[in-house]
């Protein structure tokens, strides 16, 4: 058995909770929060769980393998580096941190002691995002032009964090995982209308070293729902919509024909068959979560570990950086991520 804490049990915590308890070959020894009320309504649930307000009570306990942080944002980086420093395991919520290094320094801190430390890249667990990977990784869309993201939607607006790192670390993780190289620019702009300072829709934009470019909306402030991610490849073209209930991807065998040796003569573009693959319905968050077990059980480092985290919190702050400079492009530093 895998033992295994939640720290932080407001509204995501439970989620995470609820799905490390099923885990057949996981036990869910604690649950942690500094409210004593939002502990007793989980009590019931997890009779043979422990529950306190205190995180040193939890990581004291010789038995316990590993902790979950799911506090709030600005928390993260200093409850996981306690995390790492008791020798336990670590799971952050996304993002990783607020700042680069912190993240870069956890990331790194669980390498040297030989610990796992995992961030909640939830899409980047959803069958159909694994589908979108396939796709791209066999060759079937050909060679990927560009990609873009839409995450909008009118709400929930929140006061201390704006649409980019509250919406944003979604949309990277997957740019990121799909593309599978290292970003080299970003731009972003962002318009505050709603409160000041708090940007309410973000468009942003990552750059990658094949040329491959990643586009991204972000808005609370947009009457659709929107999750969809696109990718326009030069054979076949693939959406991801999640709001989606039974058709989660599309693959649209649409694309230009090849030109052969003729001069000056217009592109043509073939539109063929659209192919809607099975997608398995799981709940993505237990896939997290098994992921983090096996990664703890194998030693090999899980799909969304450290760097991975780190790097969206890098491309999270070169974007806010060009926000602040009026969408001027931030070139990332390599060097950092070596
Ligand atoms: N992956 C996803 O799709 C997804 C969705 C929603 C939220 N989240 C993430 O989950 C995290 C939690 O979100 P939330 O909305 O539940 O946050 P929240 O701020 O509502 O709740 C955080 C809880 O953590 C507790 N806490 C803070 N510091 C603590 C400490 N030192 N010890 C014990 N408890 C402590 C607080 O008392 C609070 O109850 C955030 O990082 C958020 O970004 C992820």
């Not at 573009?269 to 799981?282: E, L, M, N, T």
Request: include cysteine; charged fraction near 25%; proline fraction near 6%.
């Amino acid at each position: 058995m895998t033992t295994v804490a939640v720290v932080g049990m407001n509204y995501w915590g439970p989620n995470l909770a609820r799905n490390f308890a099923r885990l057949e070959d996981c036990e869910l020894r604690w649950c942690c929060d500094l409210d004593e009320g939002l502990l007793d309504r989980h009590r019931g649930a997890y009779p043979s769980t422990r529950f306190t307000t205190d995180l040193d009570e939890v990581l004291a306990d010789d038995d316990l393998d590993a902790v979950v942080v799911a506090t709030s944002v600005p928390t993260h980086a200093p409850l996981a580096t306690r995390v790492l420093d008791a020798g336990k395991h670590v799971f952050v919520e996304k993002p990783l941190a607020t700042d680069p290094a912190d993240a870069r320094r956890i990331a790194a801190a669980g390498k040297d002691a030989g610990l796992v430390v995992m961030v909640d890249h939830l899409l980047v667990f959803h069958p159909g995002v694994t589908t979108l990977k396939e796709l791209i990784d066999t060759g079937e869309l050909g060679d990927v032009f560009y990609l873009y993201g839409n995450r909008l939607n009118l709400g929930v607006v929140r006061p201390d964090e704006n649409a980019l790192w509250s919406l944003g670390p979604h949309d990277i993780s997957v740019m990121l995982y799909l593309v599978g190289e290292q970003p080299v620019e970003v731009v972003a702009t962002g318009e505050c209308y709603l409160q000041p300072e708090v940007e309410d829709v973000v468009f942003g934009q990552v750059k990658f070293p094949s040329g491959v470019i990643g586009h991204l909306h972000l808005s609370w402030l947009d009457p659709h729902k929107m999750r969809r991610m696109t990718v326009i490849g030069s054979d076949k073209m693939a959406v991801f919509d999640d709001m989606e209930t039974e058709r989660k991807v599309t693959v649209y065998d649409k694309g230009p024909i090849p030109r052969t040796e003729t001069y000056g003569e217009y592109i043509q573009v073939r539109s063929g068959d659209i192919r809607i693959p099975k997608i398995q319905a799981v709940e993505p968050l237990r896939l997290v979560c098994q992921e983090f077990v096996s990664a703890i059980r194998s030693g090999e480092p899980p799909v969304a570990d450290g760097d991975a985290g780190a790097t969206v919190v890098e491309v999270l702050e070169a974007m806010s950086e060009s926000m602040r400079s009026a969408g001027a492009p931030i070139r990332l530093d390599a060097g950092a991520r070596a």
